[in-house]
T-cell receptor, first 115, second 112 residues
Framework: SQTIHQWPATLVQPVGSPLSLECTVE??????LYWYRQAAGRGLQLLFY??????ISSEVPQNLSASRPQDRQFILSSKKLLLSDSGFYLC??????????????FGAGSRLTVL | GENVEQHPSTLSVQEGDSAVIKCTYS??????FPWYKQELGKGPQLIID?????GEKKDQRIAVTLNKTAKHFSLHITETQPEDSAVYFC???????????FGKGTKLSVKP
């Protein structure tokens, strides 16, 4: 069966510090991978998605970047965090094929607080 | 682009009552409509989905209805239980042509 791991679960970072959130998927090959952000009282905002190694699409211009160094690894990064980067970050995957129409499976999330 | 509106933002019901959450979408080309349940501090989990070629789908106490003409779909939970308390999200997509667009969520509270 497929599993998705996301870490760290929580972190508190000062403004201006770097960020690295990591996500890995097991039990499948060539998954579509996604990073979402969930701010308090708001819905799920798609930040990045990837259909293959090295292929990253950005939905919202911002202070963050994403990379996919391996087939089942997705990393969310920032060089200098802003207060507005605080939120709950969710990694997700869907099977290869009909992009967007397949079931999204989410990780447990990473709670980021920028002080 | 697609826009998904979800109502109500909060919903409180007594245990055993029914709960209904409604969503509207703007893009008539959308053809896939999932519902996710998010418990506190966890990632959302898919609970039911429907595609545009059907009007209703049921899974035990949960059902989803779709009205393509009016461009709205609803989640129905019958015989609610305290463990149904969570935030529920609807979403829509054009299948292979687009990403899932989520509503802003409904916080459901089921009082024992």
């Amino acid at each position: 069966s497929q599993t998705i791991h996301q870490w760290p679960a929580t972190l508190v970072q000062p403004v201006g510090s770097p960020l690295s959130l990591e996500c890995t998927v097991e039990g499948t090959s060539n998954p579509n991978l996604y990073w979402y952000r969930q701010a308090a009282g708001r819905g799920l905002q798609l930040l990045f998605y990837s259909v293959g190694i090295g292929q990253i699409s950005s939905e919202v211009p911002q202070n963050l970047s994403a990379s996919r160094p391996q087939d089942r690894q997705f990393i969310l990064s920032s060089k200098k965090l802003l207060l507005s980067d605080s939120g709950f970050y969710l990694c997700a995957w869907s099977p290869i094929g009909a992009f967007g129409a397949n079931v999204l499976t989410f990780g447990a999330g990473s709670r980021l607080t920028v002080l | 682009g697609e826009n998904v509106e979800q109502h109500p933002s909060t919903l409180s019901v007594q245990e055993g009552d029914s709960a209904v959450i409604k969503c509207t979408y703007s893009d008539s080309a959308s053809n896939y409509f999932p519902w996710y349940k998010q418990e506190l501090g966890k990632g959302p989990q898919l609970i039911i989905d429907i595609r545009s070629n059907v009007g209703e789908k049921k899974d035990q106490r949960i059902a989803v209805t779709l009205n393509k003409t009016a461009k709205h779909f609803s989640l129905h939970i019958t015989e609610t239980q305290p463990e149904d308390s969570a935030v529920y999200f609807c979403a829509a997509s054009k299948g292979s042509q687009g990403n899932l667009i989520f509503g802003k969520g409904t916080k459901l509270s089921v009082k024992p």
